[in-house]
């Protein structure tokens, strides 16, 4: 399995305003995924990240919107940029373990933008 | 329509039944099969996973996945209400693929 960790777990921001939310993994993964859960809605994928390379975005999301980091094998960042209450939603990152059959998720960062 | 469909409930049942949770997919290339469970303020939790066609049981828990006719199943026996949660079905064409996911049926189970 794989032990994932995000912070903030929660937050309120304004409109117009910037939030990034970090995401940590207890092992070495080459792709972790960012997913966005909106009420009453499917699990959306925003995009995949490779570490060393640029993120692969999902249609209808883009990169100035939704910029992310990859830095290392371990760790990611998600910034949801100038913010709208439509943005209120859980994120949550995810990764496979060491079977390509099983992906884990974080615990989730919820943000409401007021 | 949606890759994936799944009847988001709410499904209520009285503790000791056995509950049916599925999904129908429109996807033909779909091969990779998970269920995960959501408590209320926590990250899907994965349960159980299936590859192509079959049944697969692990303790009160049965997946079951009929690619013929793209539906899957959860089937969970003797209930009990610490399984009240949200139960999410996720499929994938190929292995460490990112997955795509029903909307999730919110299951109470009751004393």
């Known amino acids: 399995s794989a032990v994932i960790s995000q912070k903030p777990s929660r937050d309120i921001c304004q409109r117009g305003t910037s939030l990034t939310i970090q995401c940590q993994v207890d092992?070495?993964?080459?792709?972790m995924f960012w997913y966005r859960q909106q009420p009453g809605q499917s699990l959306t994928l925003i995009a995949t990240?490779?570490?060393?390379?640029?993120?692969?975005?999902e249609s209808g999301f883009v990169i100035d919107k939704f910029p992310i980091s990859r830095p290392n094998l371990t760790f990611s960042t998600l910034t949801v940029s100038n913010m709208s209450p439509e943005d209120s939603s859980i994120y949550l990152c995810?990764?496979?373990?060491?079977?390509?059959?099983?992906?884990?998720f974080g615990p989730g960062t919820r943000l409401t933008v007021t | 329509q949606k890759e994936v469909e799944q009847d988001p409930g709410p499904l209520s049942v009285p503790e000791g039944a056995i509950v049916s949770l599925n999904c129908t997919y429109s996807?033909?290339?779909?091969?990779?099969f998970m269920w995960y469970r959501q408590y209320s303020r926590k990250g899907p939790e994965l349960l159980m996973y299936?590859?192509?066609?079959g049944n697969k049981e692990d303790g009160r828990f049965t997946a079951q996945v009929d690619k013929s006719s793209k539906y899957i199943s959860l089937f969970i026996r003797d209930s009990q209400p610490s399984d009240s949660a949200t139960y999410l079905c996720?499929?994938?064409?190929?292995?460490?693929?990112?997955?795509?996911f029903g909307k999730g049926t919110s299951l109470l189970v009751t004393p």
């Open positions: 996807n033909s290339a779909f091969q990779y």
């Open positions: 990240a490779n570490q060393g390379s640029e993120a692969t975005y």
């Open positions: 995810s990764v496979y373990g060491t079977s390509d059959y099983e992906q884990y």
């Open positions: 299936t590859y192509s066609s």
């Open positions: 996720a499929m994938s064409e190929n292995s460490g693929y990112a997955l795509n």
């Open positions: 092992s070495q993964v080459t792709m």
